[in-house]
Antibody, heavy 121, light 109 residues
Framework: QVHLQESGPGLVKPSETLSLTCTVS????????WSWIRQPAGKGLEWIGRMYFSGNTNYNPSLESRVTLSVDTSKNQFSLKMISVTAADTAVYYC???????????????WGQGALVTVSS | EIVMTQSPATLSVSPGERATLSCRASQSVSSNLAWYQQKPGQAPRLLIY???TRATGIPARFSGSGSGTEFTLTISSLQSEDFAVYYC???????????FGQGTKLEIK
């Protein structure tokens, strides 16, 4: 059973950069898309972006100008960087796996436990 | 952007009864529709994908149906562990985009 674990600072100052890493264990990072999803306290889920193990990326247009995803296959890790953060970026950030199904990459089957990131001075 | 609307926002049902949750898309999403269950303090858990396929380990009392813009998650006989928030999620092929409904809270009546 694959396991995903988010890691990174829990507190980020406004205007600075949020950085999170997801370590994948129990399986290879290859041949899957990997994604980040966030959830502000008491609110719904927002997709941030996805990355194929080869490096191909797609982003939510609402966040694309501030987000970069990257992958390190040698460490079985993928990462999220979000620049110029504000209090509105305070949320639990989940790393998730996207399997291929019927020729599409349409859902999220494995989730990390989530990492709370608070943006505050 | 495809907008997903779930109804009702809160559903009160007694244990042992059937629960029916709805999800509507602002335009057709084909069969690219999934459902997730989230309990307090936990990550969402995949229940249904491809509109009607149960994920590994999901009990048969959970079923999904629908097509195009109208989708339903049915829980045939509610167990105590089923009371949670449920989200639907769609996938659009191009440009690639995933959006979630706002959630339905299933509470004990």
């Amino acid at each position: 059973q694959v396991h995903l674990q988010e890691s990174g600072p829990g507190l980020v100052k406004p205007s600075e950069t949020l950085s999170l890493t997801c370590t994948v264990s129990g399986g290879s990072i290859s041949s899957y898309y990997w994604s980040w999803i966030r959830q502000p306290a008491g609110k719904g889920l927002e997709w941030i972006g996805r990355m194929y193990f080869s490096g191909n990326t797609n982003y939510n247009p609402s966040l694309e100008s501030r987000v970069t995803l990257s992958v390190d296959t040698s460490k079985n890790q993928f990462s999220l960087k979000m620049i110029s953060v504000t209090a509105a970026d305070t949320a639990v950030y989940y790393c998730v796996r996207i399997p291929r199904y019927s020729g599409t990459y349409s859902y999220f089957d494995q989730w990390g436990q989530g990492a709370l990131v608070t943006v505050s001075s | 952007e495809i907008v997903m609307t779930q109804s009702p926002a809160t559903l009160s049902v007694s244990p042992g009864e059937r629960a029916t949750l709805s999800c509507r898309a602002s335009q057709s999403v084909s069969s690219n529709l999934a459902w997730y269950q989230q309990k307090p303090g936990q990550a969402p858990r995949l229940l249904i994908y491809g509109t009607s396929t149960r994920a590994t380990g999901i009990p048969a009392r959970f079923s999904g149906s629908g097509s195009g813009t109208e989708f339903t998650l049915t829980i045939s006989s509610l167990q105590s562990e089923d009371f949670a928030v449920y989200y639907c999620q769609q996938y659009n092929n191009w440009p690639p985009m995933y959006t979630f409904g706002q959630g339905t809270k299933l509470e004990i009546k």
